[in-house]
């Protein structure tokens, strides 16, 4: 599929706040000093060439989990996409503080750059806990839709995966259900124990313990490319 900035990124609509409370001095201090995590278009096809493996992680909130997965494998590049500035903020102060080199984020919505991406490029990647749009009429506003399935499967490699983490019981039964009508994507289980226990390659973030605490119960959805 021919994913073209025409057909594509001008359409896209955003719902919500990007922006929450006022930013402190130092979340400001983050953003000005840590431009050289921010991608620039000009030059983004660079990472392709200079990377083989590379997982992209869509809405990484405080960077918890993308920054420990840089932090852990050297070997991987990590492409981070997040449109709400505060999250962006404090993501941006943990790669300073560690110094990071095999990342870089994108601080907006991620359908804006899917055209950037060239086919096959991507080795995995993981949305968690997206936002689930529980209403109704809102169903046209969660992140996971048909089209959307359709832009990533062109990016990620053969046998590449997606992992999808969320503790919403309607967003559950969306999910599984979306996939099963979408067959290019192979549903990973083997038990029980697959769906309900974090994969070893995710990290605990604020929001899952902040889950657990209000008993409810995250579920974990990995799916591999055909």
Request: proline letters at 4%; aromatic letters at 14%; glycine letters at 4%.
């Amino acid at each position: 599929m021919n994913i073209t900035k025409q057909n594509f990124e001008d359409k896209i609509l955003f719902y919500g706040r990007r922006r929450g409370r006022k930013l402190s001095t130092s979340a400001k201090l983050a953003i000005s000093t840590g431009q050289k995590y921010i991608i620039k278009k000009d030059n983004f096809l660079n990472i392709f060439h200079e990377h083989k493996n590379i997982i992209l992680e869509i809405g990484f909130g405080d960077g918890e989990n993308l920054v420990n997965s840089a932090k852990n494998n050297s070997n991987f590049f990590y492409i981070g996409a997040d449109p709400f500035v505060n999250t962006t903020a404090k993501c941006l102060s943990k790669l300073l503080k560690f110094n990071l080199k095999n990342v870089v984020i994108w601080p907006d919505d991620i359908r804006k750059i899917l055209y950037l991406f060239p086919q096959n490029s991507i080795s995995e990647i993981k949305i968690l806990f997206p936002d689930p749009w529980p209403k109704k009429k809102h169903i046209n506003r969660r992140l996971i839709q048909n089209d959307f399935l359709e832009k990533i499967h062109s990016i990620i490699k053969h046998k590449g995966t997606l992992t999808i983490a969320t503790d919403h019981d309607l967003l559950k039964k969306w999910i599984l259900e979306k996939f099963q009508r979408y067959t290019e994507f192979e549903w990973i289980v083997e038990s029980s124990k697959d769906w309900r226990f974090r994969p070893h390659d995710c990290f605990q973030t604020k929001y899952e313990i902040k889950s657990i605490i209000q008993l409810r119960k995250p579920c974990w959805f990995t799916f591999k490319k055909k």
